[in-house]
């Protein structure tokens, strides 16, 4: 998938997203099967209807049909990140400091020193300072870890149930 193709897209969309306010979640292009799909994930605080979705939906193709970008025939989605919701952008990170969070870093590490290295963690978002992000182990280990940002390849909040 081309980066430029990518970055093309999300200037297309911000500004629409933008006036609806509304925050861009993530993008994504990708070929499933036979089929190419433009997947928009979208959020606001309290979260986003149906009709959010179908707003965006028809204000996109819109624009997409006039600028087209993509060359392939594809499918558009348009839908919320769901209750797993992925932490993106640094703000995220403080935005959803007090929910569960599961997240998995590029490599092994040993945050609190206790000599046991993994890639996965869960437990409590205390929040993002200084680049590294706190998190309070809601697993055995327990205690408060601080575990830079770069170092993650991915985060979500994880449901309660």
Sequence with gaps: M?????????????????ELGLELVELEFKREGHSWFLRLFIDKPGGVTLDDCAEVSRE????????????????????????????????????????????????????????????TFVGELRGLDGGKVRLRQTDKRGGEIAISLDEIDRAHLEPKF
């Design 60 to 119: 996109v193709s819109a624009i997409l049909e006039v600028d087209d970008p993509i060359e392939a025939p594809y499918r558009l989605e348009v839908s919320s990140p769901g209750i797993d919701r992925p932490l993106k952008k640094p703000a995220d990170y403080e935005r959803f400091a007090g929910q569960l969070v599961k997240l998995r870093t590029r490599s092994l590490l040993d945050p609190d020193g206790r000599g046991h290295q993994r890639k």
């Design 2 to 18: 081309s980066t430029e193709l990518l970055a093309t897209l999300e200037a297309l969309v911000m500004p629409i997203l933008t």
